[in-house]
């Protein structure tokens, strides 16, 4: 068993490409680096270069492989489907062209569901219609990862948004061919959803192709739910901890991917603030010595 351990850009902050905060794109792939990582996320698309030699050069000079990108946009929202077309085209271009294999599915933040972030039985839920469009339009997206561009497409529930809790979480894997559609799984999200990370791990193993590692600080995680606040708000109270400092069981989490055979990608993602977080490369390099201290090599 190969188990590889990445780093993505929003755990410089880098949540939205234009973004004035953001550091900039060789930073990040040189701190990435420094801080003993092999891999990188493509970010949002648009934050790094689209022109495909730029950015292949700059990985290169790191040695750094493009592990895979994210579609985090609003498949929850029928008006803004050319932007989900727009956001799935420009990833997988860039994905197939530097040979990555990870698509990941995300729902935007909506606020409908903003208020009630890792509250499950206060959220609001989308009527049968509702569900029915929004399910079809991540199995479109998924179709189009899978079939056209050959990336192996992983839905990742997310705070805030529409495919947050558990339950819509295994109600869409039900509904949704397993050859087009995997998980991307966050250990960090699920905690903050109130669920057991580890749980749901060892019941769907088998369908998880990618791996987020995420831990959740339950003292602030406590205070944020019980205040309402909102997601962003959280990432700038530091929800997300350092890996090992929170609830998250990695150790937990190692030895099921270990049971399973597990092989590929593990990516770290601290979301964080830019302008609160001063030493992102501090944290990449301690979450990495982390990793290391219970097997992650």
């Known amino acids: 068993m190969t188990i590889r351990i990445g780093n993505a850009p929003c755990s410089w902050g880098v949540e939205f490409a234009q973004d004035p905060r953001n550091p900039e794109w060789r930073t990040v792939l040189q701190q990435c680096a420094e801080a003993g990582y092999k891999g990188i996320e493509l970010g949002p698309v648009g934050f790094m270069p689209e022109d495909p030699a730029i950015l292949a050069d700059a990985l290169a000079e790191h040695d750094l492989s493009l592990i895979g990108g994210v579609v985090f946009r609003g498949f929850h929202d029928p008006a803004q489907w050319e932007d989900v077309l727009d956001g799935t085209h420009r990833t997988c271009k860039a994905l197939k062209a530097h040979g990555a294999e990870h698509l990941v599915l995300i729902d935007s933040i909506s606020d409908r569901r903003a208020a009630t972030a890792g509250r499950a039985t206060e959220a609001e839920q989308m ?91 339950p ?70 010595a982390f990793l290391e201290t219970i097997g992650f090599n």
């Open 127 to 217: 009527d049968k219609a509702e569900w029915t469009a929004f399910r079809d339009r991540l199995a479109t997206v998924a179709k189009i990862g899978s079939e056209d561009y050959g990336l192996t497409v992983g839905i990742h529930a997310h705070a805030a948004g529409f495919m947050d809790f558990e339950p819509e979480l295994e109600r869409l894997l039900s509904e949704v061919d397993d050859q087009i559609l995997k998980i991307c799984f966050d250990t960090g999200h699920h905690s903050y959803a109130g669920f057991d990370p580890v749980a749901f791990m060892k019941r769907h193993i088998d369908r998880i192709s990618y791996m987020h590692f995420k831990d959740i600080d």
């Open 219 to 288: 003292a602030v995680k406590a205070d944020v739910i019980a205040k309402r606040t909102g997601f962003y708000e959280a990432c700038g109270q530091g929800i997300f901890c350092n890996l090992g400092e929170g609830d998250v069981d990695f150790a937990a989490v190692r030895q099921v991917l270990l049971d399973a055979g597990f092989s590929g990608w593990c990516t770290v993602e601290q979301d964080c603030d830019p302008l609160l977080d001063p030493d992102p490369v501090g944290d990449a390099r301690i979450n990495r």
